[in-house]
């Protein structure tokens, strides 16, 4: 049972706009900032997103995220083929005293 | 360009010792900005932060909970590297394991993982 809590999966045609939500508490996102990563099959997490909503230098501008509160969520928009992975939440955990994630959501572009 | 190249058993027999090797290139072990992470992620447990250790004044660890009796990290300034040692592992402990780096709030640079299997 992860500590942030994401749907398990997602999905949309290319085109399209897809939200994918993340809910923590106050211990997590009440007072640090989320983070968003992107896994790819047989590859590392990538920083998709980090500080709610900055890209990392290389990340398109199709994907943004946002917080409000102890929720965040992340937006891809103008869906690609290439978007289909796996993504996670994370922020650090003040009761935990350590990093936390989301169960990932898998994202299928039909 | 920071990067961080795991090495290490693949396979270890339950009751032993799991040993991962991250060696860091592009930045410093001892570096008073970031700190140096293990994850593992495993079908069951999904992602799991187990540890960190960082330079201030002093070295410090961070371990989650779960295996705070059982591991350890340490940095190797020698060799510009840290290590994970996780003693007494069961096949629960089965899982791809990550050294990242994190500087601020963000886990930034992620090694390559290394798929360690518990198993007689």
């Known amino acids: 049972q992860s500590v942030l809590t994401q749907p398990p999966s997602a999905s949309g045609t290319p085109g399209q706009r897809v939200t994918i939500s993340c809910s923590g508490s106050?211990?997590?996102?009440?007072?640090?900032?989320v983070d968003w990563y992107q896994q790819l099959p047989g590859t590392a997490p990538k920083v998709l997103i980090c500080?709610?909503?900055q890209r990392p230098s290389g990340v398109p501008d199709r994907f943004s995220g946002s917080k409000s509160g102890t929720s965040a969520s992340l937006t891809i928009s103008g869906l690609q083929s290439e978007d289909e992975a796996d993504y996670y939440c994370?922020?650090?955990?003040?009761?935990?005293?350590?990093?936390?994630f989301g169960g990932g959501t898998k994202l299928t572009v039909l | 360009q920071v990067q961080l190249q795991q090495s290490g058993p693949g396979l270890v027999k339950p009751s032993q010792t799991l040993s991962l090797t991250c060696a860091i290139s592009?930045?410093?072990?001892?570096?008073?900005?970031?700190?140096w992470n293990w994850i593992r992620q495993s079908p069951s447990r999904g992602l799991e932060w187990l540890g960190r250790?960082?330079?201030?004044?002093?070295?410090?660890?961070d371990y989650t909970l779960s295996v705070k009796s059982r591991i350890t990290i340490n940095p190797d300034t020698s060799k510009n590297q840290f290590s994970l040692q996780l003693n007494s592992v069961t096949p629960e402990d089965t899982a791809v394991y990550y050294c990242?780096?994190?500087?601020?709030?963000?886990?930034?640079?992620w090694g390559q993982g290394t798929l360690v299997t518990v198993s007689s």
């Open positions: 500080n709610n909503n």
């Open positions: 994370s922020a650090w955990d003040d009761s935990l005293q350590g990093w936390v």
């Open positions: 990242a780096r994190n500087m601020g709030g963000t886990l930034d640079y």
């Open positions: 592009g930045d410093s072990v001892s570096s008073k900005r970031v700190a």
């Open positions: 106050n211990s997590n996102f009440g007072s640090y900032t």
């Open positions: 250790t960082y330079y201030r004044s002093k070295w410090n660890n």
